[in-house]
């Protein structure tokens, strides 16, 4: 089926614009659609060794997704260069097809019943929020929890940088990808080339698994809890396979590995690699790890001094303070301690650290520490320029200077990540939400970190909350993980694909 464009003389011409777009987004479609049905496989053969009772359906569901998946990834040929909206199109288009098929385990084995709520489950998974709707976590097959753990794992690095390391034509606008999702040292090359760059940043990724996998068991995790909290720790997503979360383990040498892996986690892969091949001094000389660290060490000693006032010191409040502190600013969402619970200058605290998030280039979602570092020597370059109106400063963060457009986007995306956010507020609220959980849950969805306060505090599910809401909570951790502006500029050239498509189909003139 050809795509045809009338010329001067009357006859039709094919339409090269739309084929390419089209083109691309079935090929980068097909290959997330196959890699799901893969990953479905995988956790049907978990389910089948540990005596579940839902292989053959997950086995069954992740065939007929993988085929027809890879065939139209391996017979669809996207041209070698594209303009950055289609490779937009292209990505998003992959997070809507991924987001729809991860939900079809929970619909097939009966997990969950409403398409809302296994949609919502599949994009809290995907984007690393870990929110969910699920109870009874303790009772459910093996398979469906391990499909839970590896969706999270799959989207913690990131379909973009999956897309940049394994696809060559990717090659060149991979690299604006990469800046338009976190600018600052994530966007560098590691190598020359961007696709190795994103190569590396995979076997960092797979690397820092293993060693979570390997901890996890010395603290006394079975194996398969051991794999599923690796999965969801080095992603920052949060799901467990207990309804208490970490705190099912009742140990405190399982709370402080999990601790140190969710810090590492919302740290700069970039930075890690750097220090690997000799640089050590990298991390300590990038002013966005220290102000992580500032930004970690002040939230806890705050944490641990209000508690240790009001409640009496012990070690347990201690290990419990910076757990949350961590789960929180790390957008990981375990849970162990009801910080819904604690005062409530801590609550507004916490509040602003699930806005806020880790560094650029980790796996954590929010805002990041790079872009408040941006606003903030923004903001001192006004007040400068106010009082010397002739002179001519930069922005600077540190000894490095800021680029212009790197600030321009930064505000710009500020301003879009508040409107954001204060939509869903406005829809949660209007569904009957007291004012403090339609706030949290959409600080908490946005900067994908998973529990929020009042009713989806750390020991509640979003169950309660109005289906209206949940869609709406479910939309905004999509944008939230894909940073706005990807979902903006892809929504563009999807939209005038389909219109040109609609407007064709009723003119007669596709053949």
């Known amino acids: 089926m050809r795509l045809l464009s009338r010329r001067p003389s009357g006859g039709f011409a094919p339409d090269a614009r739309f084929e390419k777009r089209e083109r691309a987004v079935a090929h980068v479609s097909g290959l997330v659609l196959g890699v799901v049905g893969v990953g479905i496989v995988v956790s049907a053969v978990v389910d089948a060794v540990t005596g579940g009772p839902h292989a053959v359906r997950l086995g069954l569901t992740g065939l007929g997704l993988a085929l027809p998946g890879f065939a139209v990834w391996r017979f669809t040929r996207p041209p070698a260069r594209l303009p950055i909206a289609s490779i937009y199109a292209a990505v998003l288009t992959a997070w809507v097809v991924l987001s729809i098929a991860g939900a079809i385990p929970y619909i097939v084995t009966g997990t969950l019943s409403a398409w809302h709520d296994a949609l919502f489950e599949s994009i809290a998974g995907f984007t690393t929020t870990g929110a969910t709707t699920l109870s009874g976590l303790d009772e459910l097959p093996s398979g469906i929890l391990f499909w839970r753990s590896m969706t999270q794992w799959f989207g913690g690095m990131g379909v973009i940088v999956l897309a940049v390391a394994v696809l060559p034509f990717l090659g060149v606008g991979g690299l604006s990808l990469m800046e338009a999702e976190a600018p600052g040292p994530s966007s560098e090359r590691l190598v020359p080339r961007v696709r190795e760059t994103a190569r590396r940043l995979w076997l960092l990724y797979l690397g820092l698994t293993f060693v979570m996998i390997a901890a996890y068991l010395a603290a006394g995790m079975s194996p398969l809890d051991a794999v599923n909290h690796s999965f969801t720790t080095v992603s920052t997503g949060g799901f467990s396979t207990h309804d208490a979360s970490l705190a099912h383990f009742g140990s405190a040498a399982v ?90 200058p801590l609550q507004l605290m916490l509040l602003f650290g699930m806005g806020l998030g880790g560094m650029t280039g980790s796996t ?86 998973g529990p929020g306060l009042g009713a989806v505090g750390p020991t509640q599910t979003f169950a309660v909350l109005d289906p209206v809401a949940r869609v709406t909570l479910a939309l905004l951790m999509l944008i939230g993980r894909l940073e706005i502006f990807p979902v903006l500029l892809g929504v563009v050239p999807v939209y005038r694909v389909i219109d040109d498509r609609v407007r064709r189909l009723r003119m007669g003139r596709i053949r």
Do not use: C
Not at 286 to 301: G, H, K, R
């Open 255 to 344: 709370e402080w590995v999990a601790i140190v892996g969710m810090f590492l986690a919302a740290g700069s892969f970039a930075l890690y690699w750097r220090m690997l091949r000799g640089r050590p001094a990298a991390f300590l000389r990038s002013m966005e790890a220290a102000a992580y660290v500032a930004i970690v060490l002040t939230f806890i000693a705050i944490a641990v001094g209000w508690r240790a006032v009001t409640e009496g010191w012990a070690h347990d409040l201690v290990r419990g303070s910076i757990f949350s502190v961590l789960t929180v600013i790390s957008t990981t969402g375990y849970g162990t301690d009801d910080f819904a619970i604690w005062a409530p």
């Open 364 to 449: 954590a979602g929010g805002f990041k520490v790079y872009r408040l570092l941006a606003i903030l020597a923004y903001a001192r370059r006004q007040i400068v320029h106010q009082l010397h109106p002739r002179s001519v400063n930069v922005v600077r963060m540190g000894n490095e200077v800021v680029r212009e457009d790197v600030v321009a986007r930064t505000i710009g995306f500020f301003g879009l990540f508040m409107a954001a956010g204060a939509a869903a507020t406005f829809v949660v609220a209007a569904t009957g939400e007291d004012m403090v959980t339609s706030i949290s849950a959409a600080a908490s969805s946005i900067g994908n970190v």
